[in-house]
């Protein structure tokens, strides 16, 4: 096995006992390479897990998944945090559940295409991670779906490729709605070149739209980053369509057909080099649910952030994105 690959494993199980059969050797296999190990499920099965390691369990990190990353960029991040406090380790173990119930259409598809991009935003950092389904509370698409997001699959020891694994940008083109037209009081403006006045003139018009406080200098910012911080922005002038809907401002970012995104772009956190992608992280962690649709005649990001609420109190609704229109 590649040190610095990173295996996505799926494990789909219908009681404790089996759920049992993969975490335990998963976790001891860890322990015995002197890898970092990390659990993060369910209450319940994080005491199961405690229980059947006895005092190895000490030599495990723990974490709920309720709040180990609410939503799908902050897991990305919590997923690269965890990496990066271990630099010297050649391999990381990260057990990793998401919590499914309760979550709308909207916010399971963004689970989902997160899972499924996992694969290449986390691609060299010497993660190994498995995915637990449990078949016995979940909807079956759900299921399902963690055979096209998962490379391998694992029962007890056994691992098997996926039968169903769907490459991430298939995938997400695949899963992503297409984006719902504009309303005809959308306010387009283009981008002339001149950033200050561009992020000024989004300030006014989504502080008429209802957005306040540091959101609003923070969404500007984020908008203007989009527009000079991508690859390939250049030759026909990108431009930025603003409206309001109940409780949020909505944010169309167009670009011109020569900057066709990764749908995955913003996944990794900025670090101390600018690269590409830093503006839609920052767009992200803000948003309650960010699109990127690329198509012929160019690329949009559709931005959703809320003017009534702060979007640390709200469950998982960011999307990957989307490859098609």
Known sequence: MNGSAFVHQGCVYSSDDEFLRMAVPFI???????????????????????????????????????????????RVAAFTGYRHR?????????????????????????????????????????????????????????????????????DGTDVAASPGYTEPVAFVRDRAAPLAARPDDAVTVPFTGDLARMRHTVVLETALLGL???????????????????????????????????????????LPATASLDPFIGLHPP????????????????????DVRSGPSGTTVRLHTPTLRDTDTDTDTDTCGGAGA
Do not use: K
């Open 86 to 154: 271990h630099p010297g380790a050649a391999r990381v173990r990260i057990l990793a559940e998401p919590v499914w119930a309760g979550r709308s259409a909207r916010q399971v598809e963004a689970w989902e295409c997160m899972d499924s991009a996992l694969n290449a935003v986390l691609a060299g950092t010497g993660i190994h991670m498995v995915c637990p389904y449990d078949a016995r509370t979940l909807e079956p698409e759900i299921v399902g779906n963690a055979l096209r997001t998962h490379p391998h699959m694992v």
């Open 271 to 290: 670090t101390l080099d600018p690269r590409p992608g830093d503006g839609i992280w920052l767009a992200r962690q803000i948003c309650d649910h960010l």
């Open 212 to 254: 306040s406080g540091e959101r609003l200098m923070i969404f500007a910012a984020a908008v203007g980053e989009m527009l000079t911080g991508v690859p390939g922005a250049g030759g026909r002038r990108p431009s930025v369509a603003l409206w309001g809907r109940p409780g949020e401002v909505v944010c169309d970012v167009d």
């Open 28 to 74: 001891d296999e860890g322990l015995r390479r002197e890898e970092p190990v990390l659990v993060t499920t369910t209450p319940v099965n994080l005491g199961l897990v405690r229980t059947a390691l006895g005092r190895h369990a000490r030599n495990v990190d723990y974490a709920e998944s309720a709040s180990f990353g609410r939503r799908p960029p902050q």
